[in-house]
């Protein structure tokens, strides 16, 4: 086989993570080089890829925010399109971030009519639009899930041809897995608790005053940690001085899960720290506040749970308080319900070994999968 040109399009910081461990893994099983173009962060860049344009020119979060950066966003979507039909590559590859990546697929589908599209990462179909899962069919020929109930959904909704290739989380499992003295730390009843309110400002600035007025009821002596990001600690720092008890702020991964392990109970609002713990065995609830102008989309969602490691389950395990309930007066009861040794918590303890054996994925990882998914979908579709 001749050298291989992959075009891959990423939107955010998360797809930047997803694409450089593809493009490795790609490189490592191609059987010939493999030359990249298309869209990236920084570690895509460093795996060999040049952006056509910087990453946050389109990574941007929540309605307001896209409205209000939607002329530069439209910009580099037909500039994408252009540069990928320039270059003609074998196959490209999108990865999250639908309101850009999914854009730029159209079009180039339009244009380039035989070129295999792949889409790493499958759009919240299950929760909302259902509708747009057919619509794929158009532009997209095999969809990559990390979530294993998802193949499921297109199949029903009738999608593209979906394969559950694992969440990134499951290469981590070594790092969320308590060694016996941890588990020891976990088990003690005064063992510690974890506030999590969000790692974007706009959410935390919502949340922390309701977990707040929550600790404050119910923690005592006990020690409270908070993992937060770079970019909140300054903020986050000031934000704790002023709590009743003290609160210590932990960075990065290696200390966020070194926490994970040992914990006793977590409260957290809803997004992948939820699967985190999960998957750390750490028993939790959630609670989570939309800003006032996207609660008028709240109707539009139809799942049964907002929390990841609940859907994948099949059953609400953890309980989650969203919107009008997420009130310290409930959240209180219901944190204490999972810090004392009682049947909802064994339930969570026991409901997460589950939820480990459902997210497996045998010899290969996530990107290994995914990788030889694509280059299999490039050989159907090419024969190449």
């Known amino acids: 086989?001749?050298?291989?040109?992959?075009?891959?399009?990423?939107?955010?910081?998360?797809?930047?993570?997803l694409g450089f461990k593809l493009m490795h893994a790609l490189k490592a099983s191609a059987g010939t080089d493999v030359a990249f173009s298309g869209v990236g962060g920084r570690r895509m860049t460093e795996e060999g890829m040049e952006s056509l344009f910087p990453l946050h020119d389109v990574a941007v979060m929540g309605v307001t925010a896209v409205i209000g950066r939607l002329p530069t966003i439209i910009r580099r979507v037909h500039g994408a399109v252009d540069a990928i039909v320039r270059e003609d590559p074998d196959i490209l590859v999108i990865i999250d971030s639908p309101d850009f990546t999914h854009a730029v697929a159209k079009r180039v589908r339009r244009r380039l009519p035989d070129l295999p599209i792949v889409d790493y990462v499958s759009p919240s179909v299950w929760a909302w639009r259902s509708g747009r899962a057919r619509k794929m069919r158009a532009y997209v020929d095999h969809i990559l899930a990390l979530l294993p109930f998802e193949p499921e959904v297109h199949r029903k909704l009738g999608g593209p041809?979906?394969?559950?290739?694992?969440?990134?989380?499951?290469?981590?499992?070594?790092?969320l897995t308590p060694n016996q003295a941890e588990l020891a730390e976990r088990n003690a009843s005064d063992g510690p608790l974890l506030v999590l309110p969000g790692s974007r400002r706009s959410v935390a600035e919502r949340m922390l005053p309701v977990f707040r007025a929550t600790i404050q009821r119910i923690a005592?002596?006990?020690?409270?940690?908070?993992?937060?990001?770079?970019?909140?600690?300054?903020?986050?720092?000031?934000?704790?001085?002023?709590?009743d008890q003290p609160?210590?702020?932990?960075?990065?991964?290696?200390?966020?899960?070194?926490?994970?392990?040992?914990?006793?109970?977590?409260l957290v609002c809803s997004g992948t720290s939820s699967l985190e713990l999960a998957l750390a065995g750490v028993p939790m609830i959630v609670g989570y506040r939309v800003p006032p102008f996207e609660s008028l989309f709240v109707p539009l969602v139809r799942v049964p749970s907002i929390v990841l490691p609940n859907l994948i389950l099949g059953e609400n395990a953890i309980p989650e308080f969203l919107h009008g309930p997420c009130r310290p007066e409930i959240l209180a009861p219901a944190l204490t319900q999972i810090i004392a040794e009682t049947p909802k918590r064994q339930h969570q303890v026991?409901?997460?070994?589950?939820?480990?054996?459902k997210m497996?994925?045998?010899?290969?990882?996530?990107?290994?999968?995914?990788?030889?998914?694509?280059?299999?979908?490039?050989?159907?579709?090419t024969g190449r």
């Not at 005592?220 to 704790?240: C, K, N, Y």
């Not at 609160?247 to 977590?266: I, Q, Y």
């Open 247 to 266: 609160v210590r702020l932990v960075l990065g991964d290696d200390e966020k899960f070194a926490e994970f392990r040992r914990a006793r109970a977590a």
């Open 161 to 175: 041809p979906c394969t559950y290739v694992g969440h990134p989380l499951t290469e981590r499992l070594d790092a």
């Open 350 to 357: 026991e409901a997460f070994k589950t939820l480990r054996l």
């Open 220 to 243: 005592g002596t006990r020690e409270i940690i908070m993992p937060t990001v770079p970019a909140l600690q300054d903020w986050l720092r000031d934000e704790v001085a002023g709590w």
């Open 1 to 17: 086989m001749t050298g291989l040109k992959i075009a891959i399009v990423v939107g955010e910081e998360s797809g930047d993570q």
């Open 360 to 381: 497996e994925t045998g010899d290969e990882t996530p990107s290994q999968r995914s990788a030889r998914i694509v280059l299999e979908v490039l050989h159907e579709k």
